[in-house]
């Protein structure tokens, strides 16, 4: 079992930047993939960005790649997620997601993903 919180979201203006952070707890963290997903209301959660577990690979939606970085640190249990340069269309609640994986795998599907966090409101006014 891993346990997932994010925290980090919060209302800001359009060209700003925000981190997301993912506390993970329970499990092995290494052993796992990291994924964050996104949820706009009326709309279906879609994919951000993933990451393997050792950190040599990563991947995003076309929506964000250039603007949004994800990493992690082993030590700290955490995943992140850098937001720079906003904009309106990346409101939505923000999910962390991970993924167990023995391999330098990563995961663009929700399915892929075994647990979730209960999300983090992110706000970008125009």
């Known amino acids: 079992q891993v346990q997932l919180v994010e925290s980090g979201g919060g209302l800001v203006q359009a060209g700003d930047s925000l981190k997301l952070s993912c506390a993970a707890s329970?499990?092995?963290?290494?052993?796992?993939?990291m994924g964050w997903f996104r949820q706009a209301p009326g709309k279906e959660r879609e994919f951000v960005a993933t990451i393997s577990w050792n950190g040599g690979s990563t991947g995003y939606a076309d929506s964000v790649k250039g603007r949004f970085t994800i990493s992690r640190d082993h030590p700290k249990n955490s995943v992140y997620l850098q937001m720079d340069n906003l904009k309106s269309e990346d409101t939505a609640v923000y999910y962390c997601?991970?993924?167990?994986?023995?391999?330098?795998?990563?995961?663009?599907?929700?399915?892929?993903?075994?647990?979730w966090g209960q999300g983090t409101q992110v706000t970008v006014s125009s």
């Open positions: 329970g499990r092995a963290f290494h052993s796992h993939a």
């Open positions: 997601a991970a993924a167990l994986s023995y391999e330098s795998r990563i995961y663009y599907h929700a399915h892929e993903y075994t647990y």
